[in-house]
């Protein structure tokens, strides 16, 4: 997970100016099928050319704030190294769908 800690840090820290301290994420990984995906995330149309199932690798962080912040990444079921897309939430709504995935 740790190019997966490493976007989840690049991102946060250029898009919402925080600093993810590492020691605090924990990852976890879901097998997840198209129907059971929350369509604002992930629209149909976007699903049509993914695999199905999808991997989703997930991690929360609490800022000082004591917001929660939930970063997912959608990958391959067979390889968790391609990455299909990501998504953060903050306080469980969606804050971005369309992160890209350049580290």
Request: proline share 5%.
């Amino acid at each position: 997970m740790e190019a997966a800690t490493l976007l989840f840090k690049q991102y946060m820290n250029r898009v919402h100016c925080m600093e993810i301290l590492e020691p605090e994420l924990i990852w976890e990984a879901i097998t997840l099928y198209h129907e059971e995906l929350d369509r604002e995330l992930f629209p149909i149309g976007n699903l049509e050319n993914l695999t199905n199932p999808l991997l989703f690798l997930t991690t929360s962080y609490v800022d000082k704030l004591e917001q929660e912040w939930i970063f997912g990444i959608a990958a391959d079921p067979d390889n968790s190294n391609n990455w299909y897309t990501a998504v953060c939430l903050k306080n469980g709504g969606i804050i971005d769908s369309s992160i890209p995935l350049k580290i």
